[in-house]
């Protein structure tokens, strides 16, 4: 399994950005799509975005799409998420997360969170009006 640790949350006004990391570890990373997904309050945890090992593939949750912006940096073993145009609805604890290697990222294959097996502790965002 792959260490996972995110960094970046904070609090914003509606309108305003932030931009997650993720620092990544574990002898299969190259070999690895990554993911992040979000948990709001009493909700249940969602898949947001997720990239093939190399990056050329990306997936996006349908109410991100054209705010979010997914990327990794191989050589510094970490993964982004830029969030622009921030909403209230995007407030929630925001998972690093490691599918099988298996897994493959792409805008047509949903993300289930019984496909990812490694995950981070959690980063909270928060959104006010």
């Known amino acids: 399994q792959l260490q996972l640790v995110e960094s970046g949350g904070g609090s914003v006004q509606s309108g305003g950005s932030l931009r997650l990391s993720c620092l990544a570890s574990?002898?299969?990373?190259?070999?690895?799509?990554l993911g992040w997904f979000r948990q709001a309050p009493g909700k249940e945890r969602e898949g947001v975005s997720c990239?093939?090992?190399?990056?050329?593939?990306?997936h996006y949750a349908d109410s991100v799409n054209g705010r979010f912006t997914i990327s990794r940096d191989n050589a510094k073993k970490t993964m982004y998420l830029q969030m622009n145009s921030l909403e209230p609805e995007d407030t929630g604890v925001y998972y690093c997360?490691?599918?099988?290697?298996?897994?493959?990222?792409?805008?047509?294959?949903?993300?289930?969170?019984?496909?990812?097996?490694?995950w981070g502790q959690g980063t909270q965002v928060t959104v006010s009006s």
């Open positions: 997360a490691a599918p099988d290697p298996m897994f493959y990222c792409s805008a047509d294959v949903p993300m289930l969170e019984a496909d990812f097996a490694s």
């Open positions: 574990g002898d299969t990373l190259d070999y690895n799509a």
């Open positions: 990239i093939s090992p190399s990056g050329d593939s990306t």
